[in-house]
């Protein structure tokens, strides 16, 4: 069974510093990876997504995460964290769809990880 | 549509009552993902929709929890005899034509419907 893991639910850093959200994933092939941001009183807003060839994917809002097989991580960074950035973000796994039958794949999500950003 | 619609927004209801909650996924999208996210919860996966395949039932909770897609649109998550418990925000999601390369598996969510069972 897939699976996410994010080990940190709340995290608070101060404005300008560095952030690293991290995600643990299990998938019993090769996984699709994918990040997700909520804002309060906000839907889901997708951040970047990893499918394959290059480890480091950029997303939007100068957000970027690095793929390890290794270690079945997909960890989000951010070389300077703004306030606006505080949210929850929320790391999800899914998988190649079964083209042949016309089935697919959920995404599974981990609990996430509350971000709070001192100013 | 421009996005995915849920309606809606908020719901308050009586213990014990039937509900429906409805969403409208981008116009095209073959996916359609039902999840529930609970204060302090993450997102529980509810039920999965995908072309004209049987759909992935295995998140609902219990069998008071429903789901159908009429015309490969529509979707209406109905939850009978509702419970306390049941009380959380029932999100939406669409995503494109799965086979048809990387670029689609993108789910795009809904604001979701805050249910409040009292």
């Known amino acids: 069974a897939q699976s996410v893991t994010q080990p940190d639910i709340h995290i608070t850093v101060s404005e300008g510093a560095s952030l690293e959200l991290r995600c643990n994933y299990s998938y019993g092939a090769t996984p699709y990876l994918f990040w997700y941001v909520q804002s309060p009183g906000q839907g889901l807003q997708l951040l970047l997504k990893y499918f394959s060839g290059d480890t480091l994917v950029q997303g939007i809002k100068g957000f970027e995460a690095e793929f390890k097989r290794s270690q079945s991580s997909f960890n989000l960074r951010k070389p300077s964290v703004h306030w606006s950035d505080a949210a929850e973000y929320f790391c999800?796994?899914?998988?190649?769809?079964?083209?042949?039958?016309?089935?697919?794949?959920?995404?599974?999500f981990g609990t996430g990880t509350q971000l709070k950003v001192e100013l | 549509g421009a996005g995915v619609s849920q309606s809606p927004s908020n719901k308050v209801t009586e213990k014990g009552k039937d509900v429906e909650l409805r969403c409208d996924p981008i116009s095209g999208h073959t996916a359609l993902y039902w999840y529930r996210q609970s204060l302090g919860q993450g997102l529980e996966f509810l039920i999965y929709f995908q072309g004209n395949s049987a759909p992935d039932k295995s998140g609902l909770p219990s069998d008071r929890f429903s789901a159908e897609r009429t015309g490969g649109s529509v979707s209406t998550l109905t939850i009978q005899r509702t419970q306390q418990e049941d009380s959380a925000v029932y999100l939406c999601?669409?995503?494109?034509?799965w086979g048809a390369g990387p670029s689609t598996t993108e789910a795009f969510f809904g604001q979701g419907t805050r249910l409040t069972v009292v």
């Open positions: 999601a669409s995503s494109p034509l």
């Open positions: 999800a796994v899914g998988g190649r769809p079964y083209i042949l039958t016309g089935g697919g794949n959920k995404l599974t």
